[in-house]
């Protein structure tokens, strides 16, 4: 590949990344509404049968066959520990891209992608608990309020403190 061609690809992809700048995909959980940055979403998809995988975290419901992918689930609801709910014709998959890896946040409903400008977003109360950990701050939308949540931090949190240790070890 020529140094031009280089050049124009990673321009296009600047351009991608500023146009995803400031969107989330906003989603309910009960009664609140939350947001993940638009750039890791990859599909959303209706509720389908989820398989059960002995040994997973209890928020975690299983894998998904996804066009011959094999994609885990993560009941989000489950992971912030609010109350089961049975599952309806508005419940959908939101999946993720994180590292390249695919996998599935089980949400109550998807709203719409919306557009949190920088300047509306405060940092997250000082609470503690795991759940916590996950939120990166609150978007102010009008007179609402959405939690936008950390993605890397919801996504598999044990194998990313473990891995955050080893390479202070490393270093």
């Known amino acids: 590949m020529s140094e031009n061609t280089a050049k124009m690809n990673i ?4 351009e991608e ?3 995803q700048k400031g969107k989330f995909l906003t989603f309910r959980l009960g009664n609140e509404d939350y ?3 638009i750039r890791y979403v990859t ?31 993560m009941d989000v609801r489950s992971r912030f520990r609010l109350p089961p709910r ?9 999946v993720v891209n994180m590292n390249d890896t695919a996998v599935g946040l089980l949400v109550d409903k998807v ?5 949190i400008p920088d300047a509306q977003i405060e940092p997250p109360p000082p609470t503690q608990g795991e759940s916590a950990r996950c939120i990166q701050g609150l ?13 890397d931090r919801l996504l ?16």
């Open 111 to 115: 709203n719409e992608v919306s557009d």
């Open 156 to 171: 598999f949190p044990e194998e990313r403190a473990g891995l955050g240790e080893s390479e202070g070890q490393a270093a």
């Open 43 to 73: 599909e959303i998809i209706g509720i389908q049968r989820i398989t059960d995988v002995p040994d997973m975290p209890d928020y975690v419901r299983g894998v998904i066959n996804l066009r011959g992918t094999v994609v885990p689930v």
């Open 86 to 94: 049975a599952y309806d014709d508005r419940t959908c998959i939101v």
């Open 139 to 151: 978007g102010k939308m009008g007179e609402e309020v959405k939690i936008i949540l950390d993605v």
């Open 17 to 19: 990344e500023d146009t």
């Open 35 to 37: 947001a993940i940055e």
């Open 11 to 14: 321009d296009r992809f600047e």
